[in-house]
């Protein structure tokens, strides 16, 4: 099934967030672990990830490294959260867990791991 984009908004930060929890990466890799992790629901463009990495990064949630390219090239630019991006984080996963905990009450989605 495709992904709503409509989903998506106001919960990208929190998935750049989540993905990078797992280590420095660059743009592309990011996006090709989104897609691999969920099975490629989560086909985010370069155009939409970009901006988000650059929103980020001003804020202080993220800091950037150049490391040179693997296939050659130029340098890749390699984002890593900082520790107020991992404070962010958490703080992203508890008002989701929120949000999904009162969607279930109202019955619009079952408990996951649950069979009606």
Same mark, same amino acid.
């Given at each position: ?13 929190? =998935? ?13 890799? =990011? ?9 490629? @629901? ?15 990064? #001003? #804020? ?18 390699? @984002? ?21 905990? #009162? ?11 649950? #069979?009606?």
């Amino acid at each position: 099934m495709a992904m709503d984009p409509n989903l998506l908004k106001g919960n990208l930060d929190l =998935i750049v967030l989540s993905v990078l929890s797992e280590g420095p990466m660059y743009g592309l890799r =990011i996006i090709g672990e989104m897609q691999s992790r969920t099975g490629g @629901y989560f086909d985010l463009r370069e155009g939409s990830l970009y901006p988000a990495l650059h929103r980020l990064t #001003a #804020a202080g949630m993220l800091e950037v490294e150049y490391q040179p390219s693997s296939v050659g090239g130029a340098p890749r630019k390699f @984002y890593r959260l900082t520790e107020e991006g991992t404070h962010e984080l958490e703080r992203k996963r508890r008002a989701f867990g929120e949000f999904v905990g #009162a969607v279930q009450a109202l019955g619009i989605v079952q408990k996951l791991g649950s #069979a009606k």
